[in-house]
């Protein structure tokens, strides 16, 4: 329950630090929540579940966009998985296709070699892909990391038997980010999310790979595949994470 408290009251500091700082707005929030759930009881027990909010509102130069990402894996014995990701950027318009950003990420990976990262960053974005169909946007930016690594001790079956916990450390970083989405046919689309933040404590590279079939005009059903990677983790962790999920998608408009 303490862990949980924790990865709760971390994606609301980070949603709740953007909407503070966030110009007002009179738009609606558009947007899209998924979840998935996969339950096997019988010869071999395990859950595991993830969610994901990614919301976004405009008003004249000005886009505020939010996303708070949750994943729980259990077998029959231990926990295998528990991550909670909470994102907010703001960005003003320069001109049709160029665009400032400002962004604060954070995350809590009980299984990745940290504890926690957190970055603050901005930088410049450029549109350039922007049609009814496909859209293309890239980032490019400064900032400040956090982040205190956390070495793994495991048994021959995989469960964690303890952790320790290093000195937190703070560099500063690049990043870099690419959004892409195409519309396939009328109820298929393609969407691809790319981000990298390089230090000189770590270098984190994600991609999160989509395939999305709308049932109905709220509804969609998802196939994605997701890929994060560090380059330094501590003793005991790996440097790669491999995700394959199918999520029921409601559309936000």
Same mark, same amino acid.
């Given at each position: 329950?303490?862990? $949980?408290?924790?990865?709760?009251?971390?994606?609301?500091?980070?949603?709740?630090?953007?909407?503070?700082?966030?110009?007002?707005?009179?738009?609606?929030?558009?947007? &899209?929540?998924?979840?998935?759930?996969?339950?096997?009881?019988?010869?071999?027990?395990?859950?595991?579940?993830?969610?994901?909010?990614?919301?976004?509102?405009? +008003?004249?130069?000005?886009? @505020?966009?939010?996303?708070?990402?949750?994943?729980?894996?259990?077998?029959?014995?231990?926990?295998?998985?528990?991550?909670?990701?909470?994102?907010?950027?703001?960005?003003?318009?320069? +001109?049709?296709? $160029?665009?400032?950003? #400002?962004?604060?990420?954070?995350?809590?990976?009980?299984?990745?070699?940290?504890?926690?990262?957190?970055?603050?960053?901005?930088?410049?974005?450029?549109?350039?892909?922007?049609?009814?169909?496909?859209?293309?946007?890239?980032?490019?930016?400064? #900032?400040?990391?956090?982040?205190?690594?956390?070495?793994?001790?495991?048994?021959?079956? #995989?469960?964690?038997?303890?952790?320790?916990?290093?000195?937190?450390?703070?560099?500063?970083?690049?990043?870099?980010?690419?959004?892409? +989405?195409?519309?396939?046919? &009328?109820?298929?689309?393609?969407? @691809?999310?790319?981000?990298?933040?390089?230090?000189?404590?770590?270098? $984190?590279?994600?991609?999160?790979?989509?395939?999305?079939?709308? $049932?109905?005009?709220?509804?969609?059903?998802?196939?994605?595949?997701?890929?994060?990677?560090?380059?330094?983790?501590?003793?005991? +962790?790996?440097?790669?994470?491999?995700?394959?999920?199918? @999520?029921?998608?409601? @559309?936000?408009?």
């Amino acid at each position: 329950m303490i862990v $949980m408290r924790n990865y709760a009251l971390l994606g609301a500091a980070v949603c709740a630090a953007g909407l503070l700082a966030a110009p007002a707005a009179h738009a609606d929030w558009t947007g &899209k929540g998924q979840a998935g759930l996969l339950v096997s009881r019988g010869n071999a027990d395990s859950t595991s579940a993830n969610a994901k909010l990614d919301l976004s509102r405009e +008003s004249g130069d000005w886009k @505020n966009s939010a996303f708070l990402g949750f994943l729980y894996g259990k077998n029959a014995s231990f926990a295998t998985a528990q991550r909670i990701e909470a994102k907010w950027e703001t960005d003003r318009k320069i +001109s049709d296709r $160029m665009f400032w950003f #400002g962004a604060l990420r954070g995350e809590q990976d009980k299984f990745s070699g940290f504890a926690y990262q957190a970055t603050l960053s901005t930088g410049i974005g450029y549109k350039f892909i922007d049609s009814e169909d496909t859209k293309l946007a890239g980032t490019f930016g400064v #900032g400040y990391r956090r982040l205190r690594p956390e070495q793994l001790t495991k048994d021959a079956a #995989g469960q964690v038997i303890s952790r320790i916990k290093g000195d937190a450390v703070g560099d500063a970083i690049a990043t870099a980010g690419l959004d892409f +989405s195409h519309v396939l046919t &009328k109820t298929t689309k393609i969407l @691809n999310k790319f981000a990298v933040e390089t230090g000189s404590n770590n270098t $984190m590279v994600q991609n999160d790979l989509a395939l999305q079939v709308s $049932m109905t005009e709220a509804l969609a059903l998802s196939v994605g595949y997701g890929v994060r990677y560090n380059t330094d983790p501590p003793v005991g +962790s790996k440097k790669s994470d491999q995700l394959t999920t199918i @999520n029921l998608v409601y @559309n936000i408009k």
